[in-house]
């Protein structure tokens, strides 16, 4: 029996679920947990397993984080939620409504992809050496942090969204970072996003070299009700690198009528 993943909650009303990327936690949503609570939502951020309280799950892979997420959406006693997957989170969400797609009443994807990398066995080894190697010679991921946020933010990032990027992954176990790498190359749902049938929005970051808006408005045209918005001026973090416009864009998706409610 795997145990459910830790979460914070605040708030009372629709669920939002919030899941973070690989250098996350649920701190990473603290803007959103307190906007989205004051706007008459219950607001959830988890802790992927592995990261913060949630335990590690073996092995390691997008069916087994899935899961997790399911388990958590049937533990929070809602019939569905609106899930938001930031960067390796919205890989995850898009894992979870391609699994189970009557839990999800809208999905919110930030900063994401529907694969990565490329098919080619190399190029992924490659990449997880490459973003591994600072570990390997000795570095702490707090060390990695200071490296790493500052090359994912825009021009117009809010000094105190970055350091709340900086801490959060400053927490996260290098084990689990690993592992979390190893996972993420194997990801490609670009097949299921025409069967996503639920209003969708994605939001991408002007300056995202993780997940560029070329990549992220492509992938907006093969989801069937999808809204695509563009944060000028800032990168991959874009909830905490401009957490006002990012909350703004999210609770005005989340006003308009639904037209298509089951």
């Known amino acids: 029996m795997t145990s459910v993943p830790a979460f914070t909650t605040l708030g009372g009303g629709p669920t939002i679920l919030m899941l973070h990327g690989i250098g996350g936690g649920h701190l990473a949503f603290a803007p959103q947990v307190e906007t989205f609570a004051s706007a008459g939502y219950r607001a959830v951020a988890w802790d992927m397993p592995g990261y913060g309280h949630s335990a590690p799950i073996e092995p390691y892979t997008f069916k087994g984080l899935a ?108 084990a689990t970072y690993r592992r979390a790498l190893e996972c993420l190359v194997t990801f490609d749902r670009r097949a299921s996003l025409g069967h996503i049938h639920v209003p969708t929005l994605l939001i991408a970051g002007e300056h995202d070299r993780n997940a560029p808006p070329s990549v992220m408005k492509k992938m907006a045209e093969a989801i069937p009700q999808s809204t695509y918005h563009e944060m000028k001026g800032v990168g991959h973090l874009q909830n905490l690198e401009a957490p006002d416009d990012f909350d703004g864009v999210v609770l005005n998706f989340l006003a308009l009528p639904q037209q298509l409610l089951h």
Do not use: N, Y
């Not at 609106?82 to 898009?94: E, K, N, R």
């Not at 190399?122 to 702490?140: C, N, S, Y």
């Open 67 to 174: 899961h997790s997420c399911i388990q958590l959406i049937e533990s929070l006693k809602c019939r569905s939620v609106i899930l938001l997957g930031h960067s390796m989170g919205g890989m995850v969400a898009q894992e979870v409504v391609a699994r189970r797609p009557e839990l999800v009443t809208r999905l919110i994807l930030c900063g994401t992809s529907p694969a990565f990398g490329k098919p080619d066995g190399d190029w992924q080894r490659e990449f997880i050496a490459q973003r591994t190697a600072p570990l390997d010679a000795g570095k702490t991921m707090a060390e990695m942090a200071e490296v790493l946020v500052p090359q994912m933010i825009g021009p117009g990032a809010l000094p105190e969204g970055v350091r709340l990027a900086t801490h959060c992954m400053a927490q996260v176990p290098a």
